[in-house]
């Protein structure tokens, strides 16, 4: 078995049957750092605001330190019962803009980290990043 860092492919093994390599989380991340790539973190427990930025340091606990940081609000949905109103509060969230609060260098501890990700492509041009 494989466990080194890399793409999705892999070399044909004994047999003709392609192995696939693993991408481990760390090397991810090192990707991240590498590319100097702007991400996107989803904390625990906050489900109406993100962070992004780009990651500049991290450790073994997954701690980040994330330079130009900011938070990210994203629209929250009206409480509706009835399925009009619900309707209408969806589209009201779809017409409010995300706000962002700019931050700076900060660090994130790994245990309140659930996700990370690419930024959109979005995000980035209007945030004034290449």
Not at 47 to 59: L, Q
């Amino acid at each position: 078995m494989a466990t080194a860092g890399g793409g999705g492919g892999g070399a044909p093994a004994a047999g003709g049957r392609v192995q696939r390599i693993m991408t481990q989380p760390i090397n991810l991340i090192f990707r991240f750092l590498q590319q100097r790539s702007r991400v996107q973190v989803w904390l625990f427990g906050q489900t109406d605001m993100r962070m992004e930025g780009r990651i500049a340091g991290f450790d073994e606990y997954m701690n980040l330190v994330l330079d130009e940081a900011e938070e990210v609000y994203l629209p929250t949905r009206g409480k509706a019962s009835a399925e009009g109103a619900a309707a209408e509060g969806a589209a009201d969230a779809a017409a409010k803009p995300v706000r962002r609060v700019a931050l700076g260098r900060v660090l994130l501890k790994g245990d309140t980290i659930t996700l990370m990700q690419p930024a959109a492509p979005a995000a980035t041009a209007a945030a004034g990043g290449a």
